[in-house]
């Protein structure tokens, strides 16, 4: 069964304060890592596949790596309207995991001021 | 634009009254699915669809029915709805690339009170 675990829950940062948040995740063949963010209310949207450990993608004040067990996501002088909840998600290849998306419990992000 | 809708964006309903949540994709997506979000248990997938008459059940489909006679429809049904299916439902589509997966793309949400 896939699992994806994220870490920390929540983590409150300063504006300007740069951090990195962690998913580790077990799965039977990956065929993609992907990160979203959510606001509260709101489906969340989706910020960045990795496919292969050693990749990453940036968008913006955001950077993804993915290793052979885990991904982070750096976020560098965050500003507040980063707030969200970061969500982490893989894509199992194996038997009946195809076309199946295993998500992490979130990391809530604060930006104060 | 490109977008996933939902239907009603909030429901209040009954214990035992069937009820339908649509949901329409306008990308020509081949993969579909439904979440539903809860407090601590985080997102977590009911049913997927690969393509037209094609589905399989995710992690949670007790309580459910889905359909897809049609690419761009999903439709999510509560045959007899219980209070702990109150939650925060999510509908997704994707292109459907097997090799490479692309990221899905989410509706904004459907909140459903069972009382």
């Known amino acids: 069964e896939d699992q994806v675990t994220q870490s920390p829950e929540a983590l409150r940062l300063q504006e300007g304060e740069s951090s990195s948040l962690n998913c580790s995740y077990t799965?039977?063949?990956?065929?993609?890592l992907f990160w979203y963010r959510q606001d509260p209310g709101k489906g969340p949207e989706f910020l960045f596949t990795l496919y292969s450990a050693g990749e990453e993608k940036e968008k913006e004040r955001l950077k993804a790596t993915l290793t052979k067990k885990e991904s982070f996501l750096h976020i560098t002088a965050p500003k507040p309207e980063d707030s969200a909840t970061y969500l982490c998600?893989?894509?199992?290849?194996?038997?009946?995991?195809?076309?199946?998306?295993?998500f992490g419990q979130g990391t809530i992000l604060t930006v104060h001021p | 634009e490109a977008q996933v809708t939902q239907n009603p964006r909030y429901l209040i309903t009954v214990t035992g009254k069937k009820l339908t949540v649509t949901c329409s994709q306008n990308?020509?997506?081949?993969?579909m699915s439904w979440y539903r979000q809860d407090p601590g248990l985080g997102l977590r997938q009911i049913y997927y669809s690969m393509n037209v008459e094609v589905t399989d059940k995710g992690d949670v489909p007790e309580g459910y029915k889905v359909s897809r006679k049609e690419k761009r429809n999903f439709p999510l049904i509560l045959e007899s709805p219980s209070p702990n299916q109150t939650s925060l439902y999510f509908c997704?589509?994707?292109?459907?690339?097997?090799?490479?997966?692309?990221?899905?793309?989410f509706g904004s949400g459907t909140r459903l009170t069972v009382v």
């Open positions: 799965v039977s063949g990956l065929r993609g």
């Open positions: 990308m020509n997506h081949e993969y």
């Open positions: 997704a589509s994707s292109p459907g690339q097997v090799t490479f997966p692309l990221g899905y793309t």
């Open positions: 998600a893989v894509h199992g290849a194996g038997g009946t995991s195809y076309g199946k998306l295993t």
